[in-house]
């Protein structure tokens, strides 16, 4: 695969596990990112620090971004040292950020207009799948830009499927998202359930993740709260967030979502009581 000059803004949790591959894929990347010391690591394996938005982008061919929220996608592109203020006709921007379906269809027009080439591309895996290059990725804006990026995307990706028009990318995540956050449930009252009979919840995890109740959070997360791991593959403050773009979307739609209403109840307690920070696993603070 040919070499591409790449712009990277947001190197998280997963970003710079992304970044990484491309490194390591051959690519050139530059990246930018709120603190420069959190990047040191990635500068040390051969990225460009960048001082702005504008600067990471000036002259890249591909433009990926990975931010916490709405408000910072919204920021990194329009704002004065924003991505549209430097790239240039032909660039293709792809946001990564869990965000607005309403957003994605705002930059995918403005870029249009800028003769660039826009994608909402929001992922699912977590800091696993970010480290293994095996996140699922769910695309949404022009089909044949798609088919150009899929060779990128599969430096870091497994799960690669285009979903639609813009937008459609970030509406598949809503769809992730309300599984995650609804599903946390089953797994803490599971753990919960399970430590309040005396079972030795390690043997209980091979017998119900081998069979219908198998899922990804059973399978990675509750081993971390039987170890009270709760250091974040995903934020509680970034699903709160998630779920409210979702509960959003669902009132346009005329659709009640009474699950999920009670999923962001409880998490919203746990950031009340300065859970925020941790990973969705933390839920099962509310059971103890």
Not at 67 to 91: L, M, R
Not at 117 to 130: E, K, T
Not at 259 to 285: C, F, P, R, V, W
Request: aromatic share 6%; glycine share 12%; charged share 20%.
């Amino acid at each position: 695969m040919e070499a591409k000059k790449i712009g990277f803004v947001g190197t998280g949790v997963m970003g710079a596990s992304i970044v990484k591959h491309l490194i390591s894929a051959g690519h050139e990347v530059t990246i930018y990112t709120r603190t420069k010391s959190k990047a040191d690591a990635l500068i040390s394996l051969g990225a460009k620090w960048a001082a702005t938005p504008a600067e990471a982008s000036k002259g890249q061919q591909i433009i990926f971004t990975m931010v916490g929220y709405p408000i910072d996608v919204e920021e990194v592109y329009n704002g004065e040292q924003g991505i549209f203020s430097s790239a240039t006709a032909g660039t293709i921007v792809v946001d990564m950020t869990t965000s607005e379906p309403t957003l994605a269809q705002k930059l995918y027009a403005q870029a249009k207009e800028m003769g660039i080439h826009s994608l909402d591309a929001p992922v699912s895996g977590g800091d696993i799948g970010a480290k293994n290059g095996t996140l699922s990725l769910m695309i949404g804006g022009d089909q044949e830009v798609f088919e150009q990026l899929k060779p990128i995307f599969e430096v870091f990706g497994e799960n690669i499927v285009y979903q639609g028009n813009a937008g459609a990318g970030q509406h598949t995540k809503m769809c992730n998202q309300i599984v995650i956050a609804s599903g946390m449930i089953g797994v803490c009252e599971s753990m919960a359930y399970g430590l309040s009979a005396g079972l030795k919840m390690e043997d209980v995890l091979r017998s119900i993740t081998a069979g219908a109740a198998g899922s990804w959070s059973l399978s990675n997360l509750a081993p971390r709260i039987l170890n009270e791991d709760l250091d974040p593959g995903f934020y509680i403050k970034h699903i709160i967030k998630d779920m409210k773009i979702a509960l959003d979307e669902a009132e346009r739609m005329n659709l009640q979502l009474p699950g999920l209403s009670l999923a962001k109840s409880m998490y919203d307690k746990l950031l009340e009581e300065g859970y925020g920070e941790n990973g969705t696993q933390a839920l099962i603070k509310y059971y103890r």
